[in-house]
């Protein structure tokens, strides 16, 4: 039996059992159950926020990047100049130019690392905001819609195309934001 068939047998048991179950008498017992299921992983990966909050990243990686190969180069040249000095230099004077270099790779680490943290700070930001938006156009939808359960689509066994609400998600989801604004430090 194909998952398809097997996924609405299930449905239909389920179905049955719920139908023969006594109800409880209570002020809910009356209203209709609307389930509707929603794609989050399609509607993140097709939203026009996320294509442009992946160009902004890139951009702004690029940007970085550079900025610290430059540095790196400045170090590998001081490092060689330093080489260069050791035989020229007092053993003290030496050793006092090795801790400034020593000082100035620590900083450089220190950068590449605030760097990095600077980037995941901003991925997950730009993500969070994302997902509130999406969370608040599906909130909206339910109570528009009476509905009385949104279900994720990957945690459902079997569901119609129809109960899928993701592509008016998406189209909500881009009008209203099409766009997630990544500053960089200082501005």
Do not use: C, W
Not at 59 to 81: F, H, P, V
Not at 99 to 112: G, H, I, L, N, S
């Amino acid at each position: 039996m194909s998952l398809k068939k097997t996924g609405m047998v299930v449905v239909a048991f389920l179905g049955l059992a719920m139908a023969s179950m006594p109800h409880t008498a209570s002020a809910q017992s009356n209203v209709a159950l609307k389930i509707v299921t929603v794609d989050i992983t399609a509607i993140r990966a097709n939203a026009e926020a996320t294509k442009g909050i992946k160009a902004q990243l890139l951009k702004i990686k690029e940007i970085m990047m550079a900025q610290l190969q430059g540095e790196e180069k400045t170090l590998r040249e001081a490092n060689a100049e330093l080489a260069r000095k050791r035989t020229l230099l007092a053993p003290d004077a030496f050793v006092a130019e090795r801790k400034k270099y020593e000082q100035r790779v620590v900083a450089f680490q220190t950068k590449r690392q605030q760097s990095q943290k600077f980037m995941n700070d901003k991925v997950i930001g730009a993500n969070n905001q994302l997902t509130s938006k999406m969370l608040e156009i599906i909130g909206r939808y339910a109570e528009a819609n009476q509905v009385s359960l949104v279900l994720p689509i990957n945690a459902t066994i079997f569901a119609a195309e129809s109960y899928n609400i993701s592509a008016e998600v998406l189209k909500t989801l881009n009008k209203e934001l099409p766009n997630v604004v990544i500053t960089l430090p200082g501005k």
